[in-house]
């Protein structure tokens, strides 16, 4: 003899649906029945990472410093080449003036009369001033008296601007030198008197 529907259901219980557990006040674990990290656990891995962040940040300052170094002497040599580019194609001397201040601040100036430079008054094609870019990058020989040509260097700058002839020619050889203001880098960027112009990185006691 069949039971009704009515008989076939699960009798409900006064919580709601039949065999469900009466709740507690307790908490359950997580879906693998893992608790949370201890004490212990946590001031072991936040001691691991202090000391990694100890170890890994002075190293990154350190990259940092040497590539925003390499990148001024790199900027430097390019507006030289501008320069000198520039002369050729207008006929006209162009040259290179630092202007001084903190860090590597230069402009690129077209010569109105090129037989008297005039750097107060020529017209300013180029004007660069990364020392507020690169606060730690300056013009500093930083113990080095010699180029990367072997020419020896008592500044860090020329004593007056570089100029390039309508050839494209430099008036006189000259050498720059650029690094970081703790002096563990060191850039030079030396061009002789017949044009030829050199970036090295000092390594060492030498040049590379």
């Given at each position: 003899?069949?039971?009704?529907?009515?008989?076939?259901?699960?009798?409900?219980?006064?919580?709601?649906?039949?065999?469900?557990?009466?709740?507690t006040?307790r908490?359950?674990?997580g879906?693998?029945?893992?608790?949370g990290?201890?004490l212990?656990?946590t001031m072991?891995v936040t001691s691991?990472?202090a000391?990694?962040?100890?170890?890994?940040?002075p190293?990154?300052?350190?990259?940092?410093?040497?590539?925003?170094?390499?990148?001024?002497?790199?900027e430097?040599?390019?507006?030289l080449?501008y320069?000198?580019?520039?002369?050729?194609?207008?006929?006209?001397?162009?040259?290179?003036?630092?202007?001084?201040?903190?860090?590597?601040?230069y402009?690129?100036?077209?010569?109105?009369?090129?037989?008297?430079?005039?750097?107060?008054?020529?017209p300013?094609?180029?004007?660069?001033?990364?020392?507020?870019?690169?606060p730690?990058?300056?013009?500093?020989?930083?113990?080095?008296?010699?180029d990367?040509?072997?020419?020896?260097?008592?500044?860090?700058?020329?004593?007056?601007?570089l100029v390039?002839?309508?050839?494209?020619l430099?008036?006189?050889?000259?050498?720059?030198?650029?690094?970081?203001?703790?002096?563990?880098?060191?850039?030079?960027?030396?061009?002789?008197?017949a044009?030829?112009?050199?970036?090295?990185?000092?390594?060492?006691?030498?040049?590379?």
């Amino acid at each position: 003899m069949e039971r009704g529907d009515d008989e076939r259901r699960s009798p409900e219980t006064a919580d709601g649906i039949a065999g469900a557990r009466p709740t507690t006040g307790r908490l359950r674990a997580g879906p693998l029945g893992q608790a949370g990290w201890t004490l212990m656990e946590t001031m072991v891995v936040t001691s691991i990472v202090a000391i990694l962040s100890a170890i890994a940040i002075p190293q990154f300052n350190a990259l940092s410093l040497q590539l925003q170094t390499g990148a001024a002497a790199t900027e430097l040599l390019q507006d030289l080449d501008y320069a000198r580019t520039m002369s050729q194609r207008t006929g006209t001397a162009h040259y290179i003036t630092v202007t001084g201040g903190a860090g590597v601040n230069y402009k690129v100036q077209r010569a109105v009369n090129p037989g008297a430079i005039a750097p107060g008054s020529d017209p300013t094609v180029r004007t660069v001033t990364l020392g507020t870019k690169m606060p730690h990058v300056v013009f500093a020989q930083n113990g080095v008296a010699v180029d990367c040509f072997g020419g020896s260097a008592g500044t860090a700058t020329p004593s007056t601007q570089l100029v390039f002839n309508s050839r494209g020619l430099p008036a006189a050889a000259a050498s720059y030198f650029v690094g970081s203001d703790d002096g563990k880098n060191t850039y030079v960027l030396s061009v002789t008197g017949a044009g030829r112009a050199r970036l090295c990185r000092r390594v060492g006691a030498g040049w590379r």
